[in-house]
């Protein structure tokens, strides 16, 4: 059974930091494209950031130089490490799977069946 599963997030003050993990089991894991979405309320669950098997990451630009996402195949686990958080970095966050080389869409729904597995969702509050 493919599985992800979060960790890591919780309250913080802004400028603060907290780093999410989310550990995969039920695929092979090193090649496979992992990637972190949020939902803030009332906004569309958004790409964060993603990491290709080859290496290669994205950012979003409202967290570019402020997030680092990082693979250890060893662990089966994909970390998001977020600094110099904003209360705009509200929201509950999720790590998804792309198994099949498919690109990551920018916007969509939880739970989407456009990507192959999606964790549980951990949420992340940043006070000011």
């Known amino acids: 059974e493919v599985q992800l599963v979060e960790s890591g997030g919780g309250s913080v003050q802004a400028g603060g930091s907290l780093r999410l993990s989310c550990t995969a089991s039920?695929?092979?894991?090193?090649?496979?494209?992992m990637g972190w979405y949020r939902q803030a309320p009332g906004n569309e669950c958004e790409l964060v950031s993603s990491?290709?098997?080859?290496?290669?990451?994205y950012y979003a630009d409202s967290v570019k130089g402020r997030f680092t996402i990082s693979q250890d195949n060893a662990k089966n686990t994909v970390y998001l490490q977020m600094n110099s958080l904003k209360p705009e970095d509200t929201a509950v966050y999720y790590c998804a799977a792309d198994l099949f080389g498919a690109d990551f869409p920018p916007l969509v729904r939880v739970q989407s069946p456009a990507l192959d597995a999606w964790g549980q969702g951990t949420l992340v509050t940043v006070s000011s």
């Open positions: 039920g695929f092979t894991f090193d090649d496979s494209d």
């Open positions: 990491i290709s098997s080859d290496g290669s990451t």
